[in-house]
């Protein structure tokens, strides 16, 4: 069974940083693209940054750019969303996903990052 657990949302003022962290289990995490989506309350939900299973090539919404990296450890089945300089229109719930070929197969239970300003 395939799980994805995300954590280290919470409440922060507008300029802090946060970092959140998906832990997989149950798959072979090294073959996928983990993607971290976001979706705030009367909005789609939206992909914020991604990165492939190779680490050769990530995505950055274009809001979250210069501001979040993502980054993955192979060796524990992690990835992370370092954010910084967090916006009041940062605050949303963030999903982990994970993809293998065209689409995101798998889908953590979010986690809430509220933004104060």
């Known amino acids: 069974q395939v799980q994805l657990v995300e954590s280290g949302g919470g409440l922060v003022q507008a300029g802090e940083s946060l970092k959140l962290s998906c832990a997989a289990s149950?798959?072979?995490?090294?073959?996928?693209?983990m993607g971290w989506f976001r979706q705030a309350p009367g909005k789609e939900r939206e992909l914020a940054a991604s990165?492939?299973?190779?680490?050769?090539?990530?995505y950055y919404a274009d809001s979250v750019k210069g501001r979040f990296t993502i980054s993955r450890d192979n060796t524990k089945n992690t990835v992370q969303l370092e954010m910084n300089s967090l916006k009041p229109e940062d605050t949303a719930v963030y999903y982990c996903?994970?993809?293998?070929?065209?689409?995101?197969?798998?889908w953590g239970q979010g986690t809430q990052v509220t933004v104060s300003s």
């Open positions: 996903a994970a993809k293998l070929t065209r689409s995101y197969d798998y």
């Open positions: 990165i492939t299973w190779t680490y050769s090539s990530t």
């Open positions: 149950g798959l072979t995490f090294s073959r996928y693209t």
